[in-house]
């Protein structure tokens, strides 16, 4: 993030500091309770974002030499992103062009070909068909539209983004993921997100809408009262800045020592070590840039009204020793302790809708990132 935004974002906090007061909208707004509940109309609905939105599917170290190659799954669409000869990324649809078969079995690795496991058609690390066993069987099938199907795929700020459905004709196979993040490409950037190693992947499942699972990162209005015995004693009570960027939202989380920056020279001020800067990239993908480490978490819909996890760690450099991996795990249990206590609050919250005593749930003037959220949704899959 760029010095003179870092700096803003202190002298915000440090207003709100003086005055007790936090980011915050006019007033409350209201959300229907069906936006939780299981209902396929409004899934199908939303499925649409998950096709026709980049989505973030991996970071760029986990895919570093040509031939890299990750498979991925949950967008609903079972997708391949290679590294190819020249560097380049591409992303296909992981489905053989004979009969359908899944092409890779494996989660990643490096090959040269992709063979499909029924009858061997074989295809390059560019997605075009190589070889066909007996293909005096296949007279008259044109080779060239029978390379595996091509999905856009970019990255920006270290983040690799897919869309999850082919190409229309004439369009790119290159996703401009720095225009869809607009200047949270050169944040992630300046805070070396690119640069650094994903560390540590992990899976979880939740028994709540996926909508429910991003809410719980986007206020700090619970830290106190949910948080009080873990990571509450670092922050304040209900402080944070919220901005808007497009669809997205960066949101910041002040730690109590960003106090003493008031008495320090402007240009001393590092905000990362005196915040938590949390990014959400929508539709479903959370960057949270601690001091010397970044969280990446995507949380995607799972069932009538589930959540899968998928999350890594970006630290520094990939940990070479056994000192290294602990420092690094003892910070994912503080973040994974912390999110297992968000999470148990919105499965409560999930249960307790399908109860009927809400119609509505409210969002406070300083919970207005949700409102965001919510409205993007409508906004990008309407009804
Ligand atoms: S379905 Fe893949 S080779 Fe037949
Ligand atoms: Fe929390």
Redesign the pocket.
Known sequence: MQPELQRELVRRVLAHLERRTTDRDAGPTLLPVDAYLPDDARARREARLFRELPLAVAHVSQLPNPGDFLAHDATGVPLLIVRGEGGELAAFINVCRHRGTRVEQLPCGNKKAFVCPYHAWAYRRDGSLLSIPHEHGFEGIDRASRGLARVPCGEAGGIVFARPAPLSDGESPVLDAAAWLGPIAGELAGFGVGTGAAYAPTTKRKQLSWKLAID??LESY??RP??RDSIYPMFFDNVATVDRVGAHLRCLFPKRSIASLAAQPEDTWELRRHANVLYHLFPNTLLLVEPDHTAVLHLWPDGAAGTLLTAYTVVPEAPATDKARAYWDANNRILYD??D??FAMGESIQRGLASGANREVVFGAFEHALAHFHRQIDEHAPA
């Open positions: 719980i990162f619970h830290l949910t948080h912390a999110t206590e968000d």
